[in-house]
Each structure stands twice: as C-alpha cells, then as structure tokens.
Nanobody, 125 residues
C-alpha cells in the first residue's frame, strides 16, 4: 500500500548540484520520518539525513552536513534531497525510506518500514 517513488539523480562534475525527490503515497504524510541513505559499490549502506514531516526538523550525517539539505512539499507529499558542492565520494545509489515513529533514532535501517527504489548519483572529478 505504501509507496515511495524516487526521481532525479544522474551524473555531475565535482562541485555541482543535484536534487532528488521522494514522493510518498498510502500513508499519512504529516507524521513521517523520512530518511535518505546511500550505498556505493562494495560499501555498506549509510545514512545521509532525515527529516520529520511534522516539525520539519532535520539531521545530517557529518559527511554531508553543510552541503546537503532535506526539505518537503506537503501539498505534493514529497521530500527532497538537495545536494550541493558534490564530491566524487558522494557517488552512490541513493534511497529514501520512511517510518512513522522516532523509535530507533537516526539511520537504524531496521526501523524504516518503507523504501524507495533507489536512484544513481555519479560525481566525476
């Protein structure tokens, strides 16, 4: 029933910007915690950031803090990941994921019930 559909991504040179979208359906959008994860080939999946749709509070991993911004459009039931000052090490498959309570805190993958299909981001030097 719950669906997270991602769009955006692509290839960009270092220092450039990209914006990813995560459209949510089948769940009450106003009370969600939506996180972004990424996984590079041969690497473990890691958390990027999280937004609470209720109060719009955000949390970011140290590796992206100051460069990435998570925002929402409540009318469109969509969460965005704006990525600026991209670096080659940002190259990965990016996923959005959602949970309905703050249980587990940030980036505890087992607590996120619903996941997007993933979208590739490639940053060249």
């Amino acid at each position: 029933q719950v669906q997270l559909v991602q769009s955006g991504g692509g290839s960009v040179q270092a220092g450039g910007s990209l914006t990813l979208s995560c459209a949510v359906s089948g769940v009450t959008f106003r009370r969600l915690y939506v996180a972004w994860f990424r996984q590079a080939p041969g690497k473990e999946r890691e958390g990027v950031g999280q937004l609470s749709t209720n109060d719009e509070s955000t949390y970011y991993a140290a590796s992206v803090r100051g460069r990435f911004t998570i925002s929402q459009d409540k009318a469109k039931n969509t969460v965005y990941l704006q990525m600026n000052s991209l670096k080659p090490e940002d190259t990965a498959m990016y996923y959005c994921a959602a949970k309905r309570t703050p249980v587990g805190g940030y980036f505890n993958e087992g607590t996120y019930y619903d996941w997007g299909q993933g979208t590739q981001v490639s940053v060249s030097s």
